[in-house]
């Protein structure tokens, strides 16, 4: 099974303006695929269709072959799907190994009435924390953190739910030189042990160099695929940035 | 259960739409503030029974008839709704969750005012027309009503196209309906929100003044009483679609006629219940009520 | 000092054990009694109100159908409230679980709005089922088997008992995965779904539970006065006060609504003993609950926290979050 997620003629309206229009696309396994397109092209509204926080009007949504559409937001997490926002979004009073743990999946009751953590989970908590550099801040509230801190720790809780995919909306919005770098290697060791990502981003620059392939989206519709090269290449493309 | 004659149920019915519109004025200014700064005034049945004793405290003393009392009642209610709303609500503006506690906890203070200065004593405002009946006369049906629901009606009516002359074309209504729609938006446009919205508070007030005078000659209340109707009046703004003038209108209306329609089928007793159960099953199953908008949702 | 902080509970424990024998008025057995009674019922209001932050105004509808189920039991069945209320409380907490699965598809403002339309539900159906309540009248239990030397005290230790099992149940769920879980949904409930918690069971679990002991407490109560009637039992002044206690003390704190029920009934009992007025008593508690919510609304024990903190450590946090973030920018340079 090489396509992990596919998307089949989606379309979201809100009242009279069409956000997302019949878009289909897939993405492969293992690959880090990018998603970019002109502002308004529907990039994160297709996020927001994929993860059901918005209803589509029709189309469809696969994952694994499997529809996923309208599903709930916490089996879509069971399913392996997972997800970051442009604006970080974190349980701010909780400390930041909470925010770490809820993210686990439970299996069975027995689970939710676990008393603290369980010592394996505690651990790849910790160790993921180590692999971002956040472990000295464990138990500060989240609200303490700086902002890419606070970035970090979104990434790093929602590795705690073993995605198989994770959909990254803007991970390098407002981020200085040396995290854009820190994230980029993140993202590459992550993909080499088996997550296969979806990113969406305005950073040309880290597309071009991490993402394979590209699928440029403008007005709602995918309007081009394929390499880093071929996109830079594709006038249909430059038409989309430039034109209008 | 009985199924009353034609006769009787469209005296039921037409008394039911009298008392609607009364319904719809007292209603008015609940739905406005929840438009305005997305809070449910539960205070609001608290200050509609204060304009009542009000009217009642201005009847007994100087013998002012209640349609008249407005003069006094409606700026003192909008003064209080603006000073309430800049400076008590204004100060929860970063909780929102408590607000609605807060006008919980002011309702609970003024019923427990009034019952100190008025005791639990039922009272109503009693004038020279208050047992007249108009007999109308309708083929072969003979209604016969009461002339303060119907005065009360009209007054009522009158009020309500006021307020939505009001709203659609002064500039004030204009900058009311900037804030509902986008407050960000109202304030980058120069729109002084806070100002807005606390005249908007003032505005919900003095139009539940006039419905408590009119209020004051049709029932009996004591201080107890707002409990009672700020549920009545909770269920019409629900049904109707919170913030939306037009649907707390109809919804007034409806619930008015289904209440005195159960009155009559059913034991009086019981008859409150139409409106908690309609309350209850909108929430759940359409919140946004008949008129309001719909929030996209997956 | 530090033994104080580990031992005050139990101090706490024999203290309120002791209590009934110092105090030997029965008017002391009533204050200790309604007392403990509001503390359990705030810390199980709590469980939903603080710790997934839906603050349910209509509570006391548990209250009054706990106390309704064991009078009637009672009276029917010959079944002593006292080991009947915690078995009955079982019942009134599955029809919360089912009211709650439908009043939690709506949120916020539009949530407490529903509480409030099922208490005045409730209360109307007591008020007209007249052949299984009596209606207006009320109806009355057969008093106590035990001697009137006793009078209230075997209540006020069973309100105890009561209290500590909410108190128990409360410490465990704030510890566990589940209490992780509602906390998430107080903070952000759209990402808790999207981490993975089913945030509807979560909530109908949670509501359900913290009708428990609500419920409890009615059954008890409605033994404790023999004669109850609709009015009294499904007041909204009940469910009010259970709130009132949580958030003066802390909201979403364990501690916390024992500490406010501890000084705001005999506080508000006192007054209603100098000014004997109920109407008075209301101002009283709105104005209390007005003050609490603009100047106090976090309730005391989380603000005094806050004081600790501030008072420790302003500056030094300060460097250290900068520190921290050189040492992670070497890291990743």
Not at chain 2, 189 to 196: D, H, T, W
Not at chain 3, 160 to 185: D, E, T
Not at chain 3, 256 to 285: K, M, N, Q
Request: glycine share 10%; hydrophobic share 50%; aromatic share 10%.
């Amino acid at each position: 099974m090489a396509t992990l997620l596919k998307t089949e003629g989606l379309t979201c309206r809100f009242g009279g303006i069409i956000a997302v229009n019949n878009c289909s696309i897939s993405v492969e396994r293992g690959s880090i695929t990018g998603l970019i397109g002109p502002n308004g092209s529907g990039k994160t509204t297709l996020f927001n269709l994929i993860t059901n926080v918005y209803k589509a009007d029709s189309g469809h949504v696969y994952m694994r072959d499997k529809r996923i559409t309208g599903m709930a937001p916490h089996r879509l997490c069971q399913q392996g799907l997972s997800r970051t926002f442009q604006i970080t979004r974190l349980f701010w009073d909780l400390t930041v190994l909470e925010n770490m743990i809820v993210p686990v999946r439970q299996v069975g009751f027995r689970s939710l009435l676990a008393l603290g953590m369980h010592g394996h989970e505690k651990e790849r908590a910790l160790s993921l924390l180590k692999r971002v550099g956040l472990d000295h801040m464990k138990d500060e509230p989240a609200r303490k953190l700086s902002f890419g801190q606070q970035k970090l720790l979104e990434f790093a809780a929602i590795l705690m739910a073993e995605p198989e995919l994770v959909l990254l909306d803007e991970p390098a919005g407002g981020v200085n030189p040396s995290m854009i770098r820190f994230l980029m290697d993140l993202i590459r060791s992550l993909n080499r042990e088996g997550v296969t990502f979806l990113v969406v981003e305005h950073n040309m620059g880290l597309v071009m160099e991490l993402c394979n392939p590209i699928l440029v989206l403008d007005q709602g519709q995918k309007i081009a695929e394929g390499s880093p090269e071929a996109v830079q290449a594709n006038p249909v493309v430059l038409d989309a940035y430039l034109g209008d | 259960m009985h199924l009353p004659s034609l006769n009787v149920l469209t005296q039921v019915v037409v008394i039911g739409l009298l008392t609607g519109g009364v319904y719809a004025l007292m209603a008015a200014g609940l739905t406005l503030i929840f438009g305005v700064m997305r809070v449910i005034n539960i205070a609001h049945g608290a200050f509609l029974v204060l304009s009542a004793y009000i009217a009642y405290w201005l009847f007994n003393s100087f013998g002012l008839d209640p349609f008249l009392s407005v003069i006094v009642s409606v700026p003192l209610l909008f003064v209080i709704g603006y000073v309430f709303q800049s400076q008590l609500l204004a100060k929860l503006r970063n909780e929102p969750g408590l607000v609605v506690l807060l006008t919980f906890s002011i309702a609970l203070t003024l019923e427990g005012v009034m019952g100190v200065i008025w005791q639990s004593t039922g009272r109503s405002i009693r004038t020279w027309y208050t047992s007249q009946v108009w007999p109308v006369t309708l083929g072969d049906i003979t209604l016969r009503l009461p002339v303060v629901r119907v005065v009360g009606f009209f007054a009522a009516i009158i009020a309500l196209v006021l307020l939505y002359l009001l709203i659609s074309r002064s500039d004030l209504g204009r900058a009311i309906r900037a804030t509902v729609q986008n407050k960000d938006a109202a304030q980058l446009v120069g729109v002084n929100v806070a100002r807005v919205q606390a005249v908007t508070f003032g505005i919900g007030l003095a139009t539940v003044a006039g419905g408590g005078a009119i209020f004051s000659l049709i029932w009996t209340f004591n201080a107890g009483s707002h409990e009672e109707w700020i549920s009545k009046m909770l269920a019409v703004i629900v049904l109707g679609g919170m913030g939306s003038l037009p649907g707390a209108f109809v919804a007034a209306l409806l619930m008015g006629m289904a209440e005195s329609t159960a009155a009559v089928m059913m034991s009086s007793y019981i008859s409150p219940i139409v409106f908690y159960l309609i309350l209850f099953l909108t929430l759940i199953f359409r919140p946004q009520g008949l008129m309001g908008t719909i929030i996209r949702k997956g | 000092m530090k033994q104080l902080r580990r031992w005050w509970p139990a101090l706490a424990l024999i203290v309120l054990l002791g209590y009934p024998w110092l105090y030997r008025e029965p008017y002391f057995h009533v204050l200790g009694f309604n007392t403990l009674m509001f503390a359990a019922m705030g810390i199980s209001w709590n469980i939903m109100g603080g710790y997934t932050g839906y603050k349910s105004l209509g509570h006391s509808a548990f209250f009054g159908l706990g106390a309704y189920l064991v009078a009637i039991a009672h009276n029917q069945l010959g079944w002593n409230p006292l080991w009947s209320a915690p078995l009955l409380a079982i019942v009134v907490t599955v029809v919360a679980m089912f009211l709650g699965w439908v009043m939690l598809r709506t949120s916020g403002s539009a949530f407490v709005l529903a509480t409030i339309a099922m208490l005045l539900i409730f209360r109307l159906l007591a008020l007209n089922l007249k052949e299984i309540t009596k209606g207006a009248p009320g109806l009355s239990q057969p008093l106590p088997p035990w001697s009137p030397e006793f009078s209230r005290m075997p209540f006020y230790y069973t309100m105890l008992v009561v209290l500590i099992a909410a108190l128990a149940v409360s410490m465990f769920i704030r510890h566990s995965r589940f209490g992780l879980g509602l906390l998430a949904i107080r903070d952000d409930e759209g990402k808790a779904e999207m981490v993975g918690v089913n945030t509807t069971l979560y909530k109908v679990v949670a509501f359900g539970v913290s009708a428990y002991f609500v419920a409890v407490a009615g059954g008890i109560w409605s033994y404790f006065t023999t004669h109850i009637s609709p009015v009294f039992a499904f007041d909204i002044i009940v469910g009010v006060e259970m709130i009132m206690v949580t958030m003066l003390g802390g909201l979403g704190t364990l501690w916390g609504p024992v500490l406010g029920a501890f000084i705001y009934i005999p506080a508000s009992d006192l007054i209603l003993f100098r000014f004997g007025s109920s109407t008075l008593h209301l101002v009283v508690l709105g104005v209390l609950m007005t003050v609490i919510l603009l100047f106090l609304p976090r309730g005391i024990l989380p603000t005094i926290a806050g004081w600790i903190e501030e008072r420790r450590a302003p500056r030094a946090a300060h460097e250290g979050a900068r520190s921290m973030i050189e040492m992670h920018e070497e890291r990743i340079a």
